[in-house]
């Protein structure tokens, strides 16, 4: 329900978000229809009010504005509106939204992103060696075994060129002998930049995996970032399998293209015309901002290299034949100006959850977590051969009451990890006790973080406050639908006799046409329509006409003053004849009257609707100071205006 987060702005003017401070004792200011508002929540609504307002509201002013909110909250109460399923899935979900800043640690994602902003500035010169990814897990010891061998004979002076040759299955090894290239952040698997950049010039990496395989990493040479390059290029593309003859003929064109942008033609409009770059060629050949590696290396040398403004002459690559315009170039700014790229190639990293992660272990500390050793030494040994991990083993525990942790003096049961274990299958040996580790750390961690969310309200005030005003806006909102917004309008009987008792507020400064406006495609359709308006009640006449000439004509009810229309001005105050709207060619108004001021409730429905608004909500206003009592502590009250 967003329209709550809008309501709660337009009735407590809420800025953005401050901070306040717990007190240690916390008094009550406030008692409404029994209900305690503290001083805390009073500051909190009171200090966010006043962060748009020009002019610091005085105090006494808002109070009562305060309390005719509060008042409100009560009456919503009372018709049992926080009560409802609805109501309480929608509050469940609105806590939950707010609650997720508070369970990140925003310190260590920052810090993350700061240290990959440390990397963009530089570019690592490197090769690879990899070794395939299995999904049984004592293959991929044996691997990872064997690669660190592969690392130990490169240490000893055998060469990594020939050893990637030998056992890489990289496909590219063939050509590159494992090399790389310079690599920049944000272009390759995360793991692998960060062994890249973390292992020093001349060495080798330890064994590490990633989602493609097993890896070990010589770093050759360190180099500043050159930075980006914005440009637009025009392509002619080779044909498939093209000969030397046939690459030139392509040169060739591409050459007399480079003689007339030389000559003064426009780079841009030629590339539209010429280039066959699909992505490009509609915006003038204009590519995005590029780096180093991102292009293929003979288009990178010539666009870096370029003077700015300058045009390359024709040069190829594997794709065809180009011609380079450098607009711009750019070094990294600084962590401000780059914070935005860094934070996006962290989201995209395994460290995406650092900042949750790194919460949920500060909260383990806060919390005492304490995990039971030898029950998890127990499990162990029992899903070890010849024993598994199976049927017969969740049948056994499934609804074990035996302690597998506690958070905060509060036991955990067995059966929570069993739960998690119904669909994993049947495994045994290190496979099985690695899916009961890791399902137990999943356990705790949800716990922990379900017992935070739980104890938000109570080691939190900011959070209790806001949760506090979300909910109230809540109920706000659907108690003022029912007793003033809905009913303005739609009670048109009340409306009537509003208007009827205050006739004399609803006046004109000049006179107004009240009829129909009809445009249709040509005399004829015109004549048509007039000889069938002879035949026509008032209140089916425009459904009527609209249904039997359709795209011929255009009917509409027009309220409307001299000069506001300029058709009904030349029909009905004097003006001279104009050209109707787009397709249409004639018109003409047909009944209705001049009216000197309105004559019913529906010629300014507008203003009273709204007038009829702040009147139910003075007499529900009224009538709610005399239904909730509402009592202040003016001692409170007091410490507050000192």
């Keep these: 329900m967003k329209k709550t987060k809008l309501f709660v702005g337009l009735v407590l003017a809420a800025g953005c978000l401050s901070v306040i401070a717990a007190p240690k ?7 409404v229809n029994g ?41 919503a109460e009372a018709a049992g509106i926080d009560t409802t399923a609805s109501f309480k899935k929608e509050f469940a979900g609105y806590r939950n939204e707010l609650a997720a800043p508070y369970l990140v640690d925003t310190v260590a994602q920052e810090n ?11 570019n690592v010169k490197a090769s690879h060696i990899m070794l395939p990814l299995d999904r049984d897990i004592a293959k991929n010891k044996k691997t990872e075994a064997k690669l660190d061998s592969i690392r130990t004979c490169i240490l000893n002076g055998e060469s990594f060129e020939d050893l990637a040759l030998k056992y890489s299955i990289d496909q590219s090894v063939k050509n590159n002998k494992g090399s790389m290239g310079y690599v920049s952040v944000g272009r390759f698997p995360f793991q692998f930049e960060q062994a890249c950049y973390s292992t020093p010039v001349g060495e080798i990496s330890p064994v590490f995996k990633t989602d493609f395989g097993y890896h070990i990493v010589k770093v050759y040479d360190i180099r500043e970032d050159e930075g980006k ?6 392509l002619k593309l080779y044909p498939q399998r093209a000969t030397e003859e046939q690459k030139a003929e392509v040169f060739a064109q591409v050459d007399s293209i480079y003689k007339v942008i030389k000559a003064g033609g426009n780079f841009e409009e030629i590339a539209k015309k010429e280039s066959q770059d699909p992505g490009s060629a509609r915006n003038g050949g204009q590519l995005p901002w590029f ?81 039971n050793v030898a029950l998890e030494k127990k499990l162990k040994e029992e899903v070890t051969s010849p024993n598994a991990l199976d049927s017969a083993f969740i049948a056994r525990y499934e609804n074990s009451s035996e302690t597998l942790f506690t958070i905060a003096d509060r036991d955990y049961p067995l059966s929570l990890l069993i739960a998690e274990l119904k669909n994993v299958g049947v495994a045994r040996d290190d496979l099985a006790w690695n899916i009961l580790d890791a399902r137990t750390n999943r356990v705790i961690d949800r716990e922990v973080a379900e017992y935070e969310r739980q104890m938000l309200e109570q080691n939190n005030p900011e959070f209790r406050n806001l949760v506090n005003e ?40 000049s006179p107004k046409y009240k009829g129909i406006l009809i445009q249709t495609t040509g005399d004829s359709i015109s004549r048509e329509v ?12 425009v459904r009527v006409l609209r249904r039997d000439f359709g795209k011929f004509i255009k009917v509409e009810k027009v309220l409307v003053a001299e000069g506001e229309n300029a058709m009904v001005d030349s029909e009905k105050f004097g003006g001279p004849r104009v050209k109707p709207e787009k397709k249409y060619s004639d018109y003409f108004v047909y009944g209705g009257k001049v009216l000197a001021q309105p004559e019913e409730m529906s ?27 509402v009592k202040v502590d003016n001692k409170v009250l007091k410490k507050l205006k000192d």
């Design 470 to 509: 979300y909910r109230d806006g809540m109920l706000l909102f659907e108690i003022s639908n029912r007793n003033v917004w809905e009913k303005a309008s739609t009670d048109v009987e009340g409306l009537t006799e509003y208007f009827n008792a205050h006739r004399d507020n609803y006046k004109w400064e």
């Design 35 to 75: 209900k305690a508002v503290t001083l805390s929540e009073f500051e909190y609504m009171y200090n966010k009010n006043n962060q748009q307002q020009v002019a610091k509201q005085p105090l006494d002013k808002y109070i009562d504005m305060f309390t005719v909110y509060k008042l409100k909250v009560a009456d």
């Design 291 to 371: 780096g180093r590696g991102e292009m293929v290396p003979e288009f990178e040398k010539v666009s870096f290299e370029l003077a700015k403004d300058s045009v390359s002459a024709p040069f190829a690559t594997r794709y065809g034949v180009h011609i380079v315009k450098k607009l711009d170039s750019k070094k990294l700014g600084s962590y401000a100006e780059a914070r935005e790229q860094a934070m996006a190639v962290l989201m995209g990293s395994p460290y995406a959850n650092i900042a949750y992660e790194s919460k949920l272990e500060q909260l383990k500390k806060q919390y005492k977590l304490m995990r």
């Design 112 to 122: 993350k992103a700061k240290e990959i902003y440390e990397h963009m500035k530089y």
């Design 25 to 31: 004792k916390d008094p009550v200011l406030m008692t």
């Design 229 to 234: 390059v914005l440009a637009e290029h025009i």
């Design 530 to 541: 007039k000889a069938r308006l002879k035949t026509l009640g008032e209140d089916s006449l």
């Design 603 to 629: 010629d300014v429905r507008g203003q009273v609707v709204a007038d009829y608004q702040n009147y139910l909500e003075e007499e529900w206003v009224a009538q709610l100071r005399k239904k909730y009592k």
